[in-house]
């Protein structure tokens, strides 16, 4: 019995104890942190910003007017000061384990963005599961103000805009630590940048891939074909439409690629050169004919599929030699390639790679298997007798 | 106070997985890179050897823990003697456990609950489960704990599956070589080879026969979960990248995301981990209070937790800061009780006492 008193005053304490007080922090205190960017000012000093949900407001909808979102910045010497200024100005604590987008401006990029890393895996209220994203042509503030008719939050957007053309969401930030800390390879970061073109408001748009050199440093931008080729190389795609000019066929023919697949054989050929023979593999279906081959017959569809394969080797073959030439840094994996293939002479050729890759010789072939033609067998914009059959 | 063939297994299991597999990995790929799948091979076939070496000790003399074995076996005063580092080992890796432990739910989960609530907190469950039943209370939790962390491997195996890379796992063997693979492979070996404290447990065993094929049976299964873990490691992070994370495991935990919909699954896991190491301390502090009780022939084991617990909270805060505990972890640890407490003193002991036997039965046989 004096047992059964004594242990009360023990389970209270546990009860004190245990339920995390000190830790608690209620969700009204919380600000969630949808998307935040990061800008070089002229005066060399950095504006962070961040765009907060408003609870209240999102699931209202549009009964409670407004927007359900706000943006608060500050501006500091470092990136800690900064967001010590976005602090002074918010009354709920930062939480970050919602955020997924992490946009910076051109100028930041250009000026080099190794002082941003570390913070986005050392605390523990970051999430590794980040996509960061250069602003083409402008500020990171610029894609935090957009607003973006489909989604509540527009921040949201660049994550399904991403995933719906058929890229891989959310590993940039990891693919950019590894990419760094692998010898030879150069970063990449995903690109938006912001248009307005004809239409009545201005919006976020896909652009592309950034490349960055060993300073972290961006180089120059793959643009969104030319970085859907290098996803396919990497096989970190599911979707690709491929448009193309076929003067054999008398026309265009969309195709869309659904399945993807790449193998790439390396030779050394002499001292510190290297040939690299890539195959690109894939399966998909015939979207657009405007040609006037009936493709139901066979030797048209191969007419086809033979037009199309060249045409890509060709485009992919130029962005690996723009790749190659004019940003000289290791963007396509030929590293773990040689380092897979050629352990041995890697040890010796890993040093000097980037003298060793602008350097390769590239051979490319694109084996696109057309399986389906669509709903129709012959354009039906054309005549009988027009069609070649 | 008797324990199953079944409880061992489990005892021994959830000793070893969680604390080698969240804690150890980092140092491992630091030397290995991706080959740290064979450093965890050449690690397993360590601890196998140190547990098969500890479970022939304790069969010289299946009736008696370790602290009579080893007075029985070298004499009274230089069994005493011998003893020393084992007391040394115990108390400071209680305390040191308890810190590691602390350290890691204050990075990850609380980081404005001060850090002696956390330990206090801890002490007071292992303390509780020590006084109410002993060893058969730590054993049974361990039959219900060890399952359910052993399911949290699971978990991370199959949330992951689809950011592996298996390319990632080459080239074997050129980027590291022998010499850091071996190396790499001591770190886990140091804390795999923890199942030697199955010297202090053999005595309670119901049926010590078995004692030999469960042993190596939950050092098995626990290695092999760790090589589970470390393969994952490298499919998703690549073989740079994981030595520059304290807890690499964790990250990788913390980077789950099932359909955009299983996310942020890092408080549960680290939940089960914390159940697992409940489960080491323990059983730590069991070896610890029984064996100081037995050493110094106190009647009633149980009184000496109430001294014991202030002395173990008392090391756990001595260490600054998370250099000092992981100080401990690669100094200490794996440089002077590994050798000498885990492989050398056992082993030196079972040659000792076997040829003792050996003469004795033959004296015996002389007799007749």
């Given amino acids: ?389 | 106070m008797k324990i199953s063939g079944y409880q061992l297994f489990w005892l021994i299991f959830t000793m070893e997985f969680g604390m080698t597999a969240i804690f150890t990995l980092s140092a491992t790929v630091f030397l290995a890179k991706q080959d740290t799948w064979i450093s965890v091979l050449f690690a397993t076939v360590i601890a196998l050897a140190v547990t098969f070496v500890a479970v022939k000790l304790s069969l010289l003399y299946p009736e008696k823990t370790f602290i009579q074995s080893t007075q029985i076996i070298l004499g009274k005063w230089l069994g005493k003697i011998i003893l020393i580092p084992y007391f040394v080992m115990w108390y400071s890796v209680t305390g040191v456990i308890l810190r590691e432990f602390a350290d890691f739910v204050y990075i990850t989960l609380f980081s404005s609950t001060p850090l002696w609530t956390i330990i206090l907190i801890m002490l007071g469950a292992v303390v509780y489960v020590n006084y109410s039943g002993g060893l058969r209370s730590i054993a049974r939790s361990g039959e219900i704990i060890g399952p359910i962390s052993a399911a949290g491997s699971v978990i991370i195996f199959f949330f992951s599956v689809k950011d592996w890379d298996w390319l990632r796992l080459l080239p074997v063997y050129s980027n590291s070589g022998m010499l850091p693979i071996l190396e790499g492979g001591l770190t886990p070996a140091s804390f795999l080879a923890e199942s030697f404290m199955v010297v202090m447990l053999a005595a309670f065993m119901i049926k010590p026969q078995r004692l030999m094929v469960t042993s190596l049976l939950g050092v098995a299964v626990a290695s092999m979960a760790v090589l589970g873990m470390s393969i994952i490691i490298i499919m998703v992070f690549g073989p740079d990248l994981p030595d520059k994370f304290i807890y690499p495991l964790y990250s990788i935990v913390s980077y789950i995301s099932v359909m955009e919909f299983i996310q942020n699954v890092d408080v549960l896991i680290v939940l089960l981990w914390i159940i697992g190491i409940f489960v080491k301390l323990s059983l730590y502090m069991f070896i610890t209070s029984y064996g100081t009780a037995q050493m110094f022939h106190i009647k009633k084991w149980k009184r000496t937790i109430w001294w014991i617990a202030p002395i173990v909270f008392a090391i756990s805060l001595i260490p600054r800061n998370t250099n000092d505990t992981m100080d401990y972890a690669k100094n200490i640890w794996h440089n002077w009780i590994f050798p000498i407490n885990l492989v050398g003193i056992p082993l030196l002991l079972w040659i000792v006492g076997a040829i003792r036997k050996k003469l004795k039965g033959d004296r015996r046989a002389a007799e007749h």
């Fill in chain 1, 1 to 389: 019995m004096r047992h059964r008193l004594a242990s009360f005053p023990c389970l209270i304490f546990c009860l004190v104890l245990t339920t995390g007080c000190w830790d608690r922090v209620e969700l009204s205190d919380r600000a969630f942190d949808l998307a935040a960017s990061t800008d070089l000012m002229e005066d060399g000093s950095y504006l962070t910003g961040g765009q907060f949900i408003i609870p209240s407001r999102i699931s209202g909808g549009a009964a409670n007017g407004g927007q359900p979102y706000f943006i608060e910045t500050g501006n500091g010497k470092s990136l800690l000061e900064a967001i010590q200024k976005t602090r002074q100005k918010l009354s709920r604590n930062i939480t970050r384990s919602h955020r997924r987008n992490y946009y910076i401006g051109e100028s930041m990029a250009k000026h080099g963005i190794n002082e941003l890393l570390d913070g986005f895996s050392r605390d523990p209220g970051n999430r590794i599961r980040l996509d960061i994203w250069v602003v083409k042509g402008g500020q990171g503030m610029d894609a935090l103000k957009v607003h973006y008719p489909l989604e509540k939050i527009p921040s949201v957007a660049p994550v399904k805009i991403h995933r719906a053309i058929g890229g891989t969401t959310a590993t940039s930030y990891l693919d950019f630590m590894m990419a760094s800390s692998s010898e030879g390879s150069s970063p990449t970061l995903p690109v938006v940048d912001i248009v307005q073109g004809d239409s009545p408001q201005k919006t976020i748009r896909f652009y592309g891939r950034a490349i960055f050199n060993h300073d972290y440093k961006l180089v120059g931008y793959l643009n969104f074909v030319e970085g859907a080729y290098r996803q396919w190389m990497l096989q970190r795609i599911s979707y690709l439409d491929l448009a193309e000019e076929l003067p054999e066929a008398g026309g265009k023919v969309g195709v869309i690629v659904n399945q993807f697949g790449c193998k790439i054989k390396s030779r050394i050929t002499g001292t510190n050169k290297v040939k690299m023979e890539i195959e690109l593999t894939g399966s998909g279906y015939v979207a657009e004919n405007n040609t006037k081959l009936n493709l139901i017959s066979n030797k048209n569809l191969k007419l086809v599929q033979k037009e199309i394969n060249k045409k890509t080797s060709e485009h992919v073959l130029a962005m690996i030699t723009k790749v190659q030439k004019e940003y000289r840094a290791d963007v396509l994996g030929f590293n773990q390639v040689m380092n897979r293939q050629h352990p041995g002479e890697w040890k010796r050729l890993k040093g000097q790679w980037d003298t060793v890759f602008p350097e390769i010789e590239v051979a490319v072939h694109v084996n696109l298997n057309l399986k389906y033609v669509g709903l129709v067998r012959q354009p039906l914009q054309y005549k009988e007798s027009e069609i070649i059959k």
